[in-house]
T-cell receptor, first 114, second 117 residues
Framework: EAQVTQNPRYLITVTGKKLTVTCSQN?????MSWYRQDPGLGLRQIYY???????DKGDVPEGYKVSRKEKRNFPLILESPSPNQTSLYFC?????????????FGPGTRLLVL | GENVEQHPSTLSVQEGDSAVIKCTYS??????FPWYKQELGKGPQLIID?????GEKKDQRIAVTLNKTAKHFSLHITETQPEDSAVYFC????????????????FGAGTQVVVTP
């Protein structure tokens, strides 16, 4: 089944404790992206990657890191989480061929930073 | 950069009635406008999209209209059913033609639609 998977789905942590949220897609998509969803703000892009070893900042990159060592994986790293990073996080992927621009979203990771 | 505003933030409709959600965008160069539906506990899923060379697109009970001059686009759901209850997001993008911005979607804040039986 074609899908984007994220782990963990739920996470409670404390300020300053490094964490990684994994994202994997099995559709051989070139483009991957991370978003955070907050009430009243919709989805805001954190980082995106056009291909392996190619990443760039989105609208709200502060406090986050990403890496794209393989095509299928795009982990999101919070080196020193703070309470304002409490949010719902989504990973998405998209093919980069022809006019296909649809982004396929994972199920989300709900993060609480105490 | 692009700014997308979405209204209303919540919409309650009686089953069988129509629902309309409106979005405005700021960047006249935007040329791709998708709509995503997010059900409870799930990620957003594309339901329909439209490009700037088209004024209207329909898919069964849903339709999207685009007014490039006024820079606004709308989602129309007819004959609403309880399974239409969800959060709907509009988005705008410069589309695939701009290498630097490919895939960068700017989302609206979302509309919570509740369809009551």
């Amino acid at each position: 089944e074609a899908q984007v998977t994220q782990n963990p789905r739920y996470l409670i942590t404390v300020t300053g404790k490094k964490l990684t949220v994994t994202c994997s897609q099995n559709m051989n998509h070139e483009y991957m992206s991370w978003y955070r969803q907050d009430p009243g703000l919709g989805l805001r892009q954190i980082y995106y990657s056009m291909n392996v070893e190619v990443t760039d900042k989105g609208d709200v990159p502060e406090g986050y890191k990403v890496s794209r060592k393989e095509k299928r994986n795009f982990p999101l790293i919070l080196e020193s989480p703070s309470p304002n990073q409490t949010s719902l996080y989504f990973c998405a992927s998209s093919p980069r061929e022809g006019s296909q621009e649809t982004q396929y979203f994972g199920p989300g990771t709900r993060l609480l930073v105490l | 950069g692009e700014n997308v505003e979405q209204h209303p933030s919540t919409l309650s409709v009686q089953e069988g009635d129509s629902a309309v959600i409106k979005c405005t965008y700021s960047d006249s160069a935007s040329n791709y406008f998708p709509w995503y539906k997010q059900e409870l506990g799930k990620g957003p899923q594309l339901i329909i999209d439209i490009r700037s060379n088209v004024g209207e697109k329909k898919d069964q009970r849903i339709a999207v209209t685009l007014n490039k001059t006024a820079k606004h686009f709308s989602l129309h759901i007819t004959e609403t059913q309880p399974e239409d209850s969800a959060v709907y997001f509009c988005a705008a993008s410069l589309g695939i033609m701009t290498t630097d911005s490919w895939g960068k979607l700017q989302f609206g804040a979302g509309t919570q639609v509740v369809v009551t039986p």
